[in-house]
């Protein structure tokens, strides 16, 4: 016979201890916030800088990173086994889209180099690149070393 209290589910405790088992571990902590910024802010602040981009490409790509942004953010909240692929495809999107809104600007200021309003763009366009970098760079490292993700997931990406 044995001593004390035994668990009706020794793999979810097992789970909970060291979080070495996939399980369906809800979505908390960094993860949740990460879901939240996907499914919530982003989209907001993208269809609000759409609503205010003067061309209509921006206005195109803001709603389309925007609507693909609330898809990852579902797919990751829902725990779907292809969503650590789409939050990849998601982080590659952003720094393309962040690269090809960069060389905008150098082209535009290539060709006026001396435009106090190029430069500013080209300033203000340089640290926008870098904050998407690191935001990219920092969330990519926690989805390749958490605990939680594997915990959630059965692997991290």
């Known amino acids: 016979a044995a001593s004390g209290p035994v668990s009706a589910f020794p793999a979810a405790s ?4 060291d979080w070495p088992v996939a399980g369906k571990i809800a979505v908390r902590g960094w993860l949740l ?4 910024e996907l499914t919530v802010i982003g989209p907001i602040v993208l269809f609000f800088q759409a609503w205010q981009a003067h061309l209509l490409v921006l206005q195109a790509y803001n709603a389309v990173l925007a609507a693909f942004s609330i898809f990852v953010g579902i797919d990751l909240w829902a725990q779907r086994p292809r969503a650590l692929l789409w939050v990849n495809l998601y982080f590659l999107s952003v720094l393309a889209a962040g690269a090809g809104s960069a060389l905008v600007v150098i082209r535009a200021w290539w060709r006026q180099p001396d435009s106090v309003q190029i430069n500013n763009l080209l300033g203000s366009e340089a640290s926008h690149m870098l904050l998407v970098i690191l935001s990219i760079g920092i969330w990519w490292w926690y989805f ?10 059965g692997s991290n990406p």
Do not use: D, E, K, N
């Open 33 to 36: 916030l990460f879901c939240l």
């Open 14 to 17: 097992a789970a909970r201890a």
């Open 144 to 153: 390749h070393v958490s605990r939680r993700v594997r915990a959630t997931f």
